[in-house]
């Protein structure tokens, strides 16, 4: 059974937080939440996330901001903005800090569910290709320790 996606969710809306989070849980996601980049930073500190969902604008930190912060923590970590103000110049900024997605509030539950999906399924597509390279590596590196104890043993025995 695949392990479940955990996502933090940045707004500093108890509200928007909430559902969110409900909506998330219900579709077997684990997650946690935070109304601000303090607490956000903390908890990726102590905790692996997937993915943060971010708002633009949070009260001690602009959103674009903590996307920086945020990849100092666990730089494959998908990280999604949100924002009730899309303007091309936080847009043009999220994309030179590194986001990965960018949804307008109000957002619709299917549009939420499927961008997260998607860039879950995108992490997981990677993770599999890493995992994949990382055996291939040594596997041959195995192979290497292996032609080079044989030519150390035909030596000797010269």
């Not at 479940?4 to 559902?19: E, G, N, S």
């Not at 998908?78 to 960018?102: C, S």
């Amino acid at each position: 059974m695949p392990e479940k996606a955990r996502i933090l969710i940045v707004d500093d809306d108890p509200t928007i937080r909430r559902t969110m989070a409900v909506i998330l849980q219900q579709e077997g996601y684990v997650v946690e939440t935070a109304e601000n980049g303090e607490e956000a930073i903390a908890k990726s500190e102590a905790n692996f996330y997937n993915l943060a969902l971010i708002d633009v604008r949070l009260p001690d930190i602009e959103g674009t901001k903590l996307l920086t912060l945020l990849r100092e923590t666990y730089p494959r970590m998908i990280k999604i903005i949100m924002t009730g103000f899309p303007v091309l110049d936080n847009a043009v900024e999220a994309i030179n800090r590194g986001v990965d997605g960018y949804l307008t509030k109000p957002m619709s539950t299917e549009k939420l569910l499927k961008t997260v999906r998607e860039q879950v399924m995108k992490q997981d597509k990677q993770k599999g290709l890493t995992e994949e390279k990382l055996k291939e590596y040594v596997a041959s590196r195995f192979k290497q320790a292996r032609t080079i104890r044989r030519e150390i043993t035909n030596i000797r025995a010269d």
